[in-house]
């Protein structure tokens, strides 16, 4: 077995560990769950989650082909990549946020799954044609794109983002699209790239609070940059919406809460979505508090109540969940009173 930098560097095809480095199989390597292992831990014994944390195990018909599609084309989604609780739900409804530029990001937020490394600039040449197929075959009338983030790139990968948009909107012309982005550094360029290429809803994520940003977030997010993002994507293009996203559950305060939502609401942002963090292993920052669905409720007020076209929340609600319920005003179909306490 190989080392690199003294941590041993197994073949993807190994049984990778969580937090071990592999060789992906366009020849760079990757650390499996983003966040090498800090260990060893002392045994603990498992958390205890509160009942309405509880998701059905995905499992179905509608999930079985949604899997399939996806590996036929070659195609990564974040509900795979990030771990998501609510993935048997939205697979069995036939929908499916594809993640572009790969399964490797750049970055190692501490609240992230996604595996992390330098993929020194691979991208997959057929990836718009193939989520267009996808989007085809699935005969989706909206459709999420997300992506890691691409700091090896000139651009981010912008342009290819733009080209993944254009290839869906000429195979899909009555599908809408959404697009939750990175942050492209702050570049506003890059962002007008995403921007003009004809989505309708422009998605980046402020995540955490700002006392909590760092190190929540890698040292290259910033609580600020997203706010910039943001802003400037709803002042580039007319009848544009957007969109972020604030995980509770790590230590911030109600105050806080209430600042976020006010600085997310000065950058004119139109739907904000909030739901639990959940620790994805135990090289990632622990939960500090579980949120109950009532308490998810006042927060929904507290928003709604500032000015936001709608805000998604409940404890399992994640940044594209039921995306394409957002406008129906209605916390998209999820009553929070209805879940065990």
């Given at each position: ?5 003294g ?9 990778t560990?969580s ?13 499996r769950?983003?966040?090498k ?7 603990a014994?498992?958390?205890?989650k ?51 530029m790969?399964?490797?990001c ?10 992390t490394?330098n993929?020194?600039g ?18 989706l ?8 983030d ?17 290839a ?12 939750l ?67 509770l ?9 209430d ?23 135990l ?8 949120v109950?669905p ?11 109540a ?20 957002a ?14 306490t």
């Amino acid at each position: 077995m190989a080392e690199l930098k003294g941590i041993p560097l197994v073949a993807e095809t190994a049984r990778t560990r969580s937090g071990e480095k592999y060789l992906t199989p366009h020849g760079f390597t990757a650390i499996r769950d983003g966040i090498k292992a800090r260990g060893p831990f002392p045994p603990a014994p498992p958390a205890r989650k509160p009942p309405w944390l509880k998701a059905p195990a995905p499992t179905g018909a509608g999930y079985r082909a949604v899997r399939a599609l996806v590996r036929e084309h070659r195609l990564a989604t974040v509900c795979e990549e990030a771990k998501c609780p609510n993935i048997g739900e939205c697979w069995n409804a036939g929908t499916a946020t594809l993640m572009l530029m790969g399964a490797v990001c750049t970055r190692a937020c501490r609240f992230c799954a996604v595996d992390t490394g330098n993929p020194h600039g691979w991208l997959d040449s057929e990836e718009p044609e193939n989520a267009a197929r996808t989007v085809e075959l699935m005969k989706l009338r909206y459709v999420v794109l997300t992506s890691v983030d691409r700091d090896d790139l000139a651009d981010g990968g912008a342009a290819h983002y733009a080209a993944c948009v254009a290839a869906i909107k000429r195979r899909n012309p009555h599908t809408a699209v959404e697009a939750l982005t990175p942050d492209f550094r702050g570049a506003l360029a890059d962002v007008a790239t995403v921007v003009d290429s004809g989505v309708e809803v422009f998605a980046q994520n402020i995540e955490a609070v700002r006392r909590l940003t760092h190190p929540v977030r890698d040292p290259r997010a910033g609580y600020e940059q997203t706010l910039g993002v943001l802003a400037y994507a709803r002042q580039r293009r007319t009848g544009l919406l957007t969109k972020s996203s604030l995980m509770l559950g790590l230590g911030e305060s109600d105050g806080e809460i209430d600042e976020t939502l006010a600085d997310l609401r000065a950058a004119r942002v139109d739907i904000v979505t909030l739901g639990q963090y959940l620790r994805p292993t135990l090289n990632h920052l622990p939960v500090e508090r579980f949120v109950s669905p009532q308490e998810f409720d006042r927060y929904r007020e507290r928003a709604l109540a500032r000015g936001f076209l709608e805000c998604v929340a409940g404890p399992l609600v994640r940044s594209s969940y039921r995306a394409e319920r957002a406008l129906a005003r209605n916390n998209a179909g999820l009553d929070n009173r209805k879940l065990s306490t």
